[in-house]
């Protein structure tokens, strides 16, 4: 068969293959570890982005970012990440369907479950899940979708 | 046979077999008006003709050709398989598109408009239907909140840590 015939076949075919986001193996998401409190007045640089809707959204001075990770999620499978003092954060992607994932959380404290929630993580979508307490603040877990 | 005659020959067995030009057939006709001998060449010719075909033609009506037959039959038994993919090939060689090359871009281009178009409309869709961020949620040890910024790009999630309260979202 004259090669370019077979090329014309077979790039829609690859190109079906890779664009079709079911088909990712991995969902890269970033999550951010921030510490919020009332002592001092410091904006940490890294956070300047959000620092806007944090400002809108909570009553707190200070916002200093502890952790910035970028994680390749794998469907179905738990990834946990040390938070803070005793506290863990278990990730579970459970679907990716539509330009979305799927990800069950659990937050737990020592070996108690503190939280357990599902959420969908859409393109340009952030996940705030905030409240455990952290020194003389809280601790803020900012999931983002990177897709 | 005249000296002209001999020139003519060959002119003669083209016009005996209908293949003269205009001018030549028009040429050979004048020749033949005014000799006898050319006249009796093609005359003679004609006969010739005649003598050979009858017999040919009455043979061939009577003749079945078996052999011929045997042979074509031969052929198609024997005539190896096409295979799958040497039938693709000849759909393609048949397929007269894909012998003209602009039809190759083409074809490209307009697949990768599709594939490129088809998510656009996709996505306007699935954005009538928000589905909710929060699927699900439990705390069996604190209160929880669920709080979503105007602009629809952030969602809160507030655990409520023992005397936390005072320090909850504005």
């Given at each position: 068969?004259?090669?370019?015939?077979?090329?014309?076949?077979?790039?829609?075919?690859?190109?079906?293959?890779?664009?079709?986001?079911?088909?990712?193996?991995?969902?890269?998401?970033?999550?951010?570890?921030?510490?919020?409190?009332?002592?001092?007045?410091?904006?940490?640089?890294?956070?300047?982005?959000?620092?806007?809707?944090?400002?809108?959204?909570?009553?707190?001075?200070?916002?200093?970012?502890?952790?910035?990770?970028?994680?390749?999620?794998?469907?179905?499978?738990?990834?946990?990440?040390?938070?803070?003092?005793?506290?863990?954060?278990?990730?579970?992607?459970?679907?990716?369907?539509?330009?979305?994932?799927?990800?069950?959380?659990k937050?737990?404290?020592?070996?108690?479950e503190?939280l357990d929630t599902?959420?969908?993580?859409?393109?340009?979508?952030?996940?705030?899940?905030?409240?455990?307490?952290?020194?003389?603040?809280?601790?803020?877990?900012?999931?983002?979708?990177?897709? | 046979?005249?000296?002209?005659?001999?020139?003519?020959?060959?002119?003669?067995?083209?016009?005996?077999?209908?293949?003269?030009?205009?001018?030549?057939?028009?040429?050979?006709?004048?020749?033949?008006?005014?000799?006898?001998?050319?006249?009796?060449?093609?005359?003679?010719?004609?006969?010739?003709?005649?003598?050979?075909?009858?017999?040919?033609?009455?043979?061939?009506?009577?003749?079945?050709?078996?052999?011929?037959?045997?042979?074509?039959?031969?052929?198609?038994?024997?005539?190896?398989?096409?295979?799958?993919?040497?039938?693709?090939?000849?759909?393609?060689?048949?397929?007269?598109?894909?012998?003209?090359?602009?039809?190759?871009?083409?074809?490209?281009?307009?697949?990768?408009?599709?594939?490129?178009?088809?998510?656009?409309?996709?996505?306007?869709?699935?954005?009538?239907?928000?589905?909710?961020?929060?699927?699900?949620?439990e705390s069996?040890?604190?209160?929880?909140?669920?709080?979503?910024?105007?602009?629809?790009?952030?969602?809160?999630?507030?655990?409520?840590?023992?005397?936390?309260?005072?320090?909850?979202?504005?």
């Amino acid at each position: 068969m004259n090669k370019r015939i077979l090329f014309i076949i077979l790039l829609p075919i690859l190109f079906l293959g890779f664009s079709s986001q079911e088909a990712w193996s991995q969902i890269p998401t970033r999550l951010r570890v921030i510490e919020a409190s009332n002592v001092g007045r410091t904006i940490d640089p890294s956070l300047k982005e959000l620092h806007g809707q944090l400002s809108s959204l909570f009553r707190y001075t200070s916002y200093r970012l502890l952790r910035d990770e970028r994680l390749h999620l794998s469907l179905n499978q738990t990834t946990t990440l040390p938070v803070h003092s005793g506290r863990s954060i278990e990730i579970t992607p459970l679907k990716f369907y539509a330009n979305t994932a799927e990800l069950r959380v659990k937050i737990k404290r020592e070996k108690t479950e503190i939280l357990d929630t599902q959420v969908r993580l859409p393109p340009g979508r952030t996940v705030l899940i905030g409240g455990p307490k952290h020194g003389e603040g809280v601790v803020i877990l900012a999931f983002s979708s990177l897709f | 046979m005249r000296k002209d005659c001999s020139s003519l020959s060959t002119l003669l067995d083209k016009y005996f077999d209908g293949e003269t030009s205009q001018r030549e057939q028009e040429a050979v006709e004048a020749h033949l008006k005014q000799c006898p001998a050319c006249q009796e060449r093609l005359k003679f010719m004609s006969e010739i003709k005649g003598a050979f075909r009858r017999p040919l033609l009455e043979t061939l009506e009577k003749e079945t050709f078996p052999w011929l037959w045997e042979k074509i039959e031969r052929e198609i038994r024997f005539k190896p398989r096409e295979t799958l993919w040497e039938s693709i090939k000849g759909w393609f060689k048949i397929t007269p598109f894909l012998k003209r090359r602009i039809w190759i871009p083409a074809t490209v281009v307009a697949t990768l408009l599709i594939l490129l178009i088809f998510p656009t409309l996709f996505k306007k869709n699935s954005s009538h239907l928000p589905l909710p961020v929060v699927e699900y949620i439990e705390s069996k040890t604190n209160n929880v909140m669920i709080y979503e910024l105007d602009n629809g790009k952030i969602t809160v999630i507030w655990l409520f840590e023992e005397s936390e309260a005072e320090s909850s979202p504005s």
